[in-house]
């Protein structure tokens, strides 16, 4: 089994009102890649959000009473952290560095997943711009994979990816925050192993591999490869939701 991971570098810079999928449909065929069934492409969110509009001025943010007592314990503009307030359905921790939320996606994350970097490049207030996450990244997702199954009448998997951190461990990974068609968990309970032993508690998340493995290739700072096209996914694309991976509060040991 190979998996390859190819990087998409012929899209543009991408602003409010762009056709996401057109673009990755067009540089896909610049690219020369021939598009199969079974498929993915690993999108970053950025690119999603900013053909959303998702773009936030610190000067048009009035500020809440909460978001301004956070502030003055944090290292936060009371601005970005009302922001951060209006993307959570519940903060979970608050230091002076960071504030981990329960984002209203349902994933529990730093500042809501608000993105600083390469936001707004080239412009005199550019430190004044926050990009939020997409609004529904998951029906993004499937317009996506919908659009190249009307334009080549195959069927493609696509995630929508974000870098977040993990408790514990420094650094952020790559995670999906949207899928269509890719498993976001895989069960292998049941399975054997080398030696016989059926697995007891084995579950894969498969979605949250692929998206650590695009992003390696993505980058993080002036790459300009929003976009992965992946072949050699070792599972069955199906139908699934960012929800499999999303555990119950009552399950939640670090809350």
């Known amino acids: ?54 773009f936030a001025n610190l000067a048009d943010v009035k500020p809440s009473e909460r978001a301004v007592e956070i502030s003055q314990t944090h ?3 009371a601005r970005l952290i009302e922001l951060i307030l209006r993307e959570s359905r519940e903060l979970i921790r608050v ?42 990244p998951e029906k993004s997702a499937l317009l996506i994979a919908r659009f190249f199954k009307e334009q080549i009448g195959e069927d493609i998997g696509v995630i929508i990816i ?4 993990r408790p514990w461990r420094h650094g952020t990974v790559g995670m999906m925050i949207g899928t269509a068609g890719v498993p976001a968990l895989v069960d292998l309970r049941g399975k054997k192993d080398l030696f016989g032993y059926r697995l007891q508690i084995t579950q894969v998340s498969a979605a949250d591999e692929l998206a650590a493995a695009a992003s390696l290739v993505m980058g993080q700072a002036n790459e300009r490869i929003p976009a992965v096209h992946a072949r050699g996914f070792p599972y069955d694309l199906r139908s699934s ?15």
């Open 1 to 54: 089994m190979s998996l390859v991971l190819s990087p998409l570098i012929h899209l543009p810079l991408v602003n409010p009102g762009d056709d996401i999928a057109a673009l990755l449909f067009r540089a896909i065929r610049q690219q020369r890649i021939e598009i199969h069934s079974g498929d993915i492409l690993a999108i970053t969110s950025k690119i999603i959000s900013k053909a959303e509009g998702r």
């Open 75 to 77: 290292n936060k503009d």
């Open 95 to 136: 230091t002076r560095q960071t504030i981990i939320v329960e984002h209203r996606l349902g994933f529990i994350c730093a500042n809501a997943g608000i993105d600083h970097s390469n936001v707004k490049p080239g412009i005199t207030d550019a430190d004044q711009w926050y990009l939020l996450l997409p609004k529904e």
């Open 162 to 165: 974000d870098s977040q951190g």
């Open 241 to 255: 939701s960012i929800q499999e991976l999303i555990r119950p509060k009552g399950e939640d040991l670090f809350r």
